[in-house]
Antibody, heavy 120, light 106 residues
Framework: QLQLQESGPGLVKPSETLSLTCVVSSASLSNSNYFWGWIRQPPGKGLEWIGSIYYTGSTYYNPSLKSRVTISLDMSKNHFSLKLSSVTAADTAVYYC????????????WGQGTLVTVSS | AIQMTQSPSSLSASVGDRVTIACRASQGIRNDLGWYQQKPGKAPKLLIYKVSRLQSGVPSRFSGSGSGTDFTLTISSLQPEDSATYYCVQDYDLWTFGQGTKVEIK
């Protein structure tokens, strides 16, 4: 049974870096059929794609966030990570990690999400 | 970047009604269009991908259609459990979500 589980601090101070990890169970990050992505949702608002990574390490970022985002893979731990720098209150959101089937189904499987609040 | 525009932003309909939600892309996206259902406090659930392919386990009252830039999600007979927010997404060029359509039951 595929599982994705986000983890990381629930509170981050303004101007600091938000760091989250998504642990993947029952699927390999090295599978060439998948992209692995991060999506966020501010309270009461819609979904925003942040970025995705392929098993080769190739990364794809939302142009509006590109200057602040880094996504990386750790094959040994079968997890992938998100770093978002210089955060403000506007980055307060539920952050989801998800699997995308390359060239087929977009984000077919999601983690439960984790709320990150930016506040001093 | 490709923009996705959904309409309406919200609707209210009765059980048994046929409901349609539109999604328009700012440029052609071939058939790289999906639809999600999201209930409060839950992660989105993929309903349809490649415009009209039903994800496994999704009831057949959900269907998708369209091509090029204009797409539609249809619920043929609205059920109480369909109360949710629905999002379209394109994965033709990176990924972009529509702003969502909230469906309420009268």
């Amino acid at each position: 049974q595929l599982q994705l589980q986000e983890s990381g601090p629930g509170l981050v101070k303004p101007s600091e870096t938000l760091s989250l990890t998504c642990v993947v169970s029952s699927a390999s990050l090295s599978n060439s059929n998948y992209f692995w992505g991060w999506i966020r949702q501010p309270p009461g608002k819609g979904l925003e794609w942040i970025g995705s990574i392929y098993y080769t390490g190739s990364t794809y970022y939302n142009p509006s966030l590109k200057s602040r985002v880094t996504i990386s893979l750790d094959m040994s731990k079968n997890h992938f990570s998100l770093k978002l720098s210089s955060v403000t209150a506007a980055d307060t959101a539920v952050y989801y990690c998800a699997r995308d089937i390359s060239g087929n189904a977009p984000f077919d499987f999601w983690g439960q999400g984790t709320l990150v609040t930016v506040s001093s | 970047a490709i923009q996705m525009t959904q309409s309406p932003s919200s609707l209210s309909a009765s059980v048994g009604d046929r409901v349609t939600i539109a999604c328009r892309a700012s440029q052609g996206i071939r058939n790289d269009l999906g639809w999600y259902q999201q209930k409060p406090g839950k992660a989105p659930k993929l309903l349809i991908y490649k415009v009209s392919r039903l994800q496994s386990g999704v009831p057949s009252r959900f269907s998708g259609s369209g091509s090029g830039t204009d797409f539609t999600l249809t619920i043929s007979s609205l059920q109480p459990e369909d109360s949710a927010t629905y999002y379209c997404v394109q994965d033709y060029d990176l990924w972009t979500f529509g702003q969502g359509t909230k469906v309420e039951i009268k």
